[in-house]
């Protein structure tokens, strides 16, 4: 489409950007990796924690806040963006614990940043801002996370702690790769490897953020934003 735009003109190109619905995910690894780093640095006090988790949200939603408006610069206008999910209770996390019990620690660090990146949409959609038009959705991963963990066969998962494809204790020691071991039904598995969600997961967290229960998207849904006149 923006090929067939550009055949026309700048004027459609911007038009059809101003238009197109553009979805952010990401934070997830940040989180990941500044974890490993605390455990690497045996940064254990509640006050070293503090200071360091504090740090990184700061950088974290500084590099956010750049890109929004970098997209913001090219045009884009609305923006459907994913929190961070529970970060404790992916497969690599929870395979450090010698119960396989997820990692609450992680969990907290994901929260707080949420709650920063929450407070940062909220800044730049605001009228001071100088992004006049923006428009976002925020999908809340954790929350819905959560909620599925907490009665798995509501959503028809049997499994929401090992990885399907993987190796090892809860599938999570080895990478999904050709000769890896297999789940015998991965539709009833959260997890297709120790990070990612199988095509089933990650299918009703879409329905869930695009038209589902309201308390999984703020302001608006994903749908109400494709819409916007």
């Known amino acids: 489409m923006i090929v067939a735009a550009a055949a026309g003109s700048s004027n459609a190109v911007d038009t059809l950007i101003n238009r197109s619905f553009f979805l952010l995910l990401f934070g997830g690894n940040d989180v990941f990796a500044f974890a490993n780093a605390e455990q690497a640095r045996n940064r254990s006090g509640a006050a070293d924690l503090q200071s360091d ?12 806040s750049a890109a929004i408006r970098g997209l913001y610069a090219l045009g884009a206008r609305r923006l ?10 992916l497969p690599v996390a929870r395979v450090l614990d010698a119960t396989g019990a997820c990692a609450e620690d992680r969990n907290r660090l994901a929260a707080g940043f949420n709650a920063a990146l929450r407070s940062l949409l909220d800044d730049l959609a605001s009228s001071s801002s100088g992004l006049p038009g923006l428009a976002y959705s925020l999908a809340d991963s954790l929350g819905l996370m959560a909620d599925t963990f907490a009665d798995p066969l509501a959503s028809g998962f049997t499994d929401v702690a090992d990885a399907c494809c993987g190796g090892g204790r809860l599938g999570a020691e080895a990478a999904c790769t050709p000769n890896a071991t297999l789940c015998a039904d991965r539709g009833q598995y959260y997890f297709w490897d120790n990070i990612h969600p199988t095509e ?30």
């Open 200 to 229: 089933r997961a990650a299918a009703l967290r879409a329905q869930a953020f695009y038209d589902g229960p309201a308390q999984y998207t703020t302001p608006i849904n994903f749908k109400q934003l494709v819409h916007m006149s």
């Open 53 to 64: 988790a504090a740090a990184f949200y700061g950088s974290l939603v500084s590099n956010y």
């Open 80 to 89: 459907a963006i994913v929190n961070v999910g529970l970060a404790g209770c």
